[in-house]
């Protein structure tokens, strides 16, 4: 597009605000030249986004116009909204999620995991954690509504969410805890960024190289971890132990029962439940129920008394039993 008046704006805004927009952005490509980049039909790509950030552009542009409409969308930060008791549980969800799916599309989109992200992640966990305390009721709006969307991202969200809950419910999680858990469901399978594609995605079940290279996730993810101050020491052994196994058959270590650190064997059951009940290129979602009688049937790969709390929040006495 042609330059006409063209007001710059900081890419970085995009980061903390709504994907809902009521003008369009652009990318400048030259001093007469910019690229429609989001419109305000579509809104905010937070992919793109973040590739543009990773690519080191500091700003986009929008229509000289759209000055006071940009002005009013800074208002409606969604941290502002979430703080205002008059905003429904529905409302703050979205805007949770919205902040989430943005952070998600920074930390999925790096080599290297930065401290403003982390600290981002963190943020995000601690609004996730009042919202969940105030109305537990939420969950199951959640989970719905994170069942949609590219699958690296909601997981991380689902699995967030539910780890915050086998934490609360398991009588030892302190604010710390919850906050750990939450920050290590966001980022634990953040290694299967380093990974193929096609070995993620595939459709079918994978060879045994691929299954190698699968189970090269936590070492990847500890790597893209290292040298970032805002994750914890806790947080970096869940990233390395969720697929640690209490009979020792897991990976990559082998850790066998109370050497897997606790943390670490909440977000493993909970990335795998919230795994089942999603859709994947292989097969269809599996109910909830469907969901905890295939995890009660592997019960060996868990910890059984966090798996009776899976049920327990779920509020299913008896799962049906599943094969895998």
Known sequence: MSSGKFFPVDIRAFRTTSKDITFDVFLKLSDDNYAHVFSKSSGV?????????????????????????YREYL????????????????????????????????????????????????????NFITLLSENPKTLATLLKTASHGEYLYYHSISTAVVSMFLAKASGQANARMLEICGMGGFLHD????????????????????????????????????????????????I???????PGGSGYPSGLRGPVIFYPAKIVGLADSFCALITKRPFREAYTIEQA??????????????????????FGQKTAPKAAA
Do not use: C
Request: glycine share 6%; charged share 30%; hydrophobic share 40%.
């Open 239 to 245: 990233i390395f132990q969720h697929h640690e196994e």
């Open 190 to 237: 953040i290694g299967l960024t380093m990974l193929p594609k096609e070995i993620v995605d595939s459709p079918t079940d994978l060879t045994a190289a691929q299954w190698r290279e699968m189970r090269s996730h936590p070492k990847l993810g500890i790597k893209m971890a290292e040298g970032t101050p805002n994750i914890p020491d806790e947080v970096r052994y």
């Open 45 to 69: 790509d937070y992919k793109r986004l973040a590739q543009y950030i990773q690519k080191g552009v500091l700003h986009l542009f929008i229509r000289g116009e759209d000055e006071a409409a």
């Open 292 to 313: 905890l009688g295939i995890i009660q049937h592997e019960i060996g790969k868990y910890d059984r008394e966090l798996v009776k709390l899976l049920v327990g929040i």
């Open 75 to 126: 208002q409606r930060s969604p941290e502002r909204i979430f703080a205002d008791p008059a905003v429904s549980d529905n409302k703050k969800i979205a805007i949770l999620l919205n902040m989430a799916e943005q952070n998600m599309a920074e930390l999925f989109n790096v080599i290297k995991v930065s401290d403003e992200a982390a600290k981002t992640s963190t943020r995000i966990v601690r």
